[in-house]
């Protein structure tokens, strides 16, 4: 317990509750040994009081003579004075017996007590019972209730060493308890300590026995994910744009230069004015874009979404790109699932990641090829596949032109700023859909998947 002050356990959670529950069984072992005691004690002293309301019946019945010999017999035979029987005349004196004196008593024929001093010097408790005799003497029926006594003291013991025993345990417990949970916590905010000091790859332990920790610690590491993608995307928008921004803004800034140095005539002039002018449309489109990907990707459009059927947005992108498509005699097909595509979602958006899909998969097919538009709608998933005939995406890039403005080489002069997948991503996310580029040999095939609503069964 090196690493862990003792002074810092008694502030844990984990030590409190345990204190708690020490409390609470302190309280039910209190309650339920106090109840087992009354209980025992009540039964004894039952017990004793019936047999001695027992003594006093029968010795009742005997005759005179008869009773004043059984209780000088009785003496003899009691050696230790167990249940001492003592007969007194109605002036209270002596007869026979063992107890000698009458001791004072609230009422007759009713169980009391007192400490009876033997002829051994002993003080011993005895219950008894004094009754009236029908011819006027006076019956005292006792018994040593001195194990009796012995039995409630020994349970008394048990109950104090016993809750003694519980509260040395139940702090030990809560002490283990304590620094068990401390040290853990020490682990998770070292972890989150790294992590704000730049270890974004850092991640909370995880014990794998799923507990309160654990299950925190998973959604908290879900974000770390999140956050490292998102972190990483960034990153890779700046580089991006670095690299692939600077190319129109060099030309756009050259074509400006030799426009004012140059003495041109209105013609060369106007021409150069809208050269500038579509250099700079193009800037604007992408920054409108990325403006778009950052608006679908803070998830304020959930609150519009509504069950639709992926059929439908399937055959308004088609006939959107069929001209297109006839153009340059790519033969455009879309199949339908048999059963309805229903999920949730913002219908204009997963119309827009549709038409990013088509638009790429037509752009880099060749002429005369195939472009197929499939539907999927099964137990587990529903969604989209595009399929072309182009050069397809090498393994090593298919997660990478998932990020904002990366472009492949075999794509780079081609039109567009690398926006578009980046696009469909970001729809994908929000839909808590999963994006996957795969190789169509030849081609490129890309699947847009999120789970089936149960009406799409």
Not at 114 to 138: C, E, M, Q, Y
Not at 216 to 225: C, E, F, P, R
Request: with cysteine; hydrophobic share 45%.
């Amino acid at each position: 317990m090196s690493s862990v002050h003792l002074s810092e356990i008694p502030r844990t959670i984990s030590f409190r509750t345990a204190l708690l529950f020490l409390g609470l069984f302190g309280c039910s072992f209190l309650a339920l040994f106090g109840y087992v005691y009354w209980q025992t004690a009540f039964y004894l002293k039952t017990e004793a009081d019936t047999a001695l309301y027992r003594q006093v019946e029968n010795r009742s019945a005997q005759p005179p003579e008869l009773q004043l010999q059984e209780i000088r017999k009785h003496a003899l035979q009691d050696v230790e004075a167990r249940l001492p029987h003592s007969l007194f005349d109605a002036d209270g004196k002596f007869i026979a017996g063992v107890i000698k004196e009458l001791p004072p008593f609230s009422a007759y024929d009713k169980p009391q007590e007192f400490r009876w001093l033997k002829s051994n010097g002993h003080h011993r408790p005895v219950r008894f019972i004094v009754h009236k005799l029908a011819d006027g003497k006076t019956l005292l029926v006792a018994q040593d209730v001195h194990d009796i006594r012995e039995f409630d003291e020994l349970l008394i013991n048990a109950l104090i060493s016993g809750g003694l025993l519980l509260l040395l345990v139940g702090l030990l417990g809560a002490v283990v308890l304590g620094y068990s949970a401390h040290r853990r916590l020490d682990k998770v905010s070292r972890s989150i300590k790294g992590i704000i000091e730049g270890d974004l790859k850092g991640r909370l332990p995880v014990k794998g026995n799923n507990d309160d920790i654990d299950r925190l610690a998973s959604v908290v590491n879900g974000m770390l994910d999140e956050l490292e993608r998102l972190m990483s995307e960034v990153k890779g928008v700046c580089d991006d744009i670095a690299h692939d921004l600077r190319t129109p803004l060099t030309r756009l800034i050259a074509g400006l230069e030799r426009t004012q140095r140059r003495g041109l005539n209105e013609a060369q002039y106007a021409a150069s004015i809208d050269a500038a002018l579509t250099e700079a449309k193009a800037l604007l489109l992408t920054f409108k874009a990325l403006l778009r990907i950052s608006e679908i990707e803070n998830s304020a459009r959930r609150s519009h979404f509504a069950p639709l059927d992926l059929n439908l947005i399937s055959a308004d992108a088609a006939e959107l790109y069929e001209p297109l498509a006839e153009e340059r005699g790519i033969s455009l097909t879309i199949e339908n699932s048999q059963a309805p595509a229903i999920m949730a979602g913002d219908a204009q958006l997963l119309f827009d990641a549709l038409c990013n899909l088509l638009d790429n998969a037509i752009k880099f097919s060749p002429d005369h090829s195939q472009v197929r538009l499939s539907v999927i709608a099964d137990q587990d998933n529903v969604g989209i596949r595009v399929i072309d005939n182009g050069p397809g995406i090498p393994p090593a890039e298919r997660e990478a032109v998932l990020r904002r403005l990366y472009r492949a080489e075999s794509s780079r002069h081609t039109p567009g700023n690398g926006l578009g997948l980046s696009m469909v991503s970001a729809v994908a996310r929000l839909h808590d859909m999963r994006v996957t580029v795969n190789d169509a040999a030849p081609g490129c095939r890309i699947d847009l998947l999120g789970k089936a609503t149960p009406a799409s069964h």
